[in-house]
């Protein structure tokens, strides 16, 4: 084999190439937030300014379901930056590969992270056990922008659209979620998958309990940290 062709490509084409199979995923839930944020009565504007300083759909959807509850600004920052936590553990994984670039660049990389950019990069350290910051930046950049001209799209369409939260837009991110857990729980053994549906099971149990004395966005706060403690706790 020629060495060339042994070495990884770490250009910011071939980062865009390899960002292209999850764009479906970023458009389809990005347009989908668009029109529940308007039904949320946000305007277009508020919904790209969402996109490109939140760039995070879970949190995104999370906001207006907050929002639409008067939940006070407190707690949706709160709650945020609890279901975003994950993205510490993925930039840890991820940082080790990229320590010959500088601190700020280091902190661009993090800070564009995502679910989807994360799963490609893992793929290919997996295979090439390396990857590089310029084709960082054309995987991450891609991914970004894809995902606020998709907000921004769905916000305008949204505008159009008479009784858009009858079309059960808000349950996309949900069903996403669902999808990629179901996928994830194919794969682990039987041992853990107990332990995962045992965690599950007592997310739903605290989550009906605490339902009777917290409001709503409150109890979903506590179920998230308690929850997500013990399975850091329990994790093998």
Request: net charge neutral; glycine share 8%; hydrophobic share 55%.
């Amino acid at each position: 084999m020629n060495v060339n062709e042994a070495l990884p490509l770490d250009t910011f084409s071939q980062g865009v190439k390899d960002c292209i199979p999850t764009l479906l995923g970023y458009i389809s839930i990005g347009i989908a937030f668009g029109v529940i944020g308007i039904t949320s009565n946000l305007s277009v504007l508020e919904i790209f300014l969402l996109s490109v300083l939140v760039y995070a759909g879970s949190a995104q959807f999370i906001f207006c379901g907050l929002y639409l509850a008067g939940a006070p600004f407190s707690v949706i920052i709160i709650t945020t930056f609890i279901v975003n936590l994950r993205h510490f553990l993925m930039s840890l994984t991820v940082a080790p590969h990229l320590t010959q670039y500088s601190a700020l660049r280091n902190i661009g990389f993090g800070t564009l992270l995502t679910d989807e950019t994360f799963g490609v990069a893992v793929t290919k350290l997996a295979k090439e056990k390396t990857i590089g910051g310029n084709w960082m930046d054309g995987l991450n950049l891609t991914a970004y922008f894809t995902w606020i001209a998709s907000c921004t799209l769905g916000g305008v369409v949204g505008k159009w659209l008479p009784n858009a939260e009858s079309w059960g837009l808000d349950f996309a991110l949900v069903a996403m979620f669902a999808a990629l857990l179901i996928i994830n729980l194919v794969d682990v053994g039987k041992t853990k998958l107990m332990h995962y549906l045992k965690l599950i099971a007592l997310m739903a149990l605290i989550m009906y309990v605490l339902l009777y004395f917290l409001p709503g966005h409150i109890a979903v706060l506590i179920t998230t940290i308690i929850v997500a403690t013990i399975g850091v706790v329990t994790e093998k």
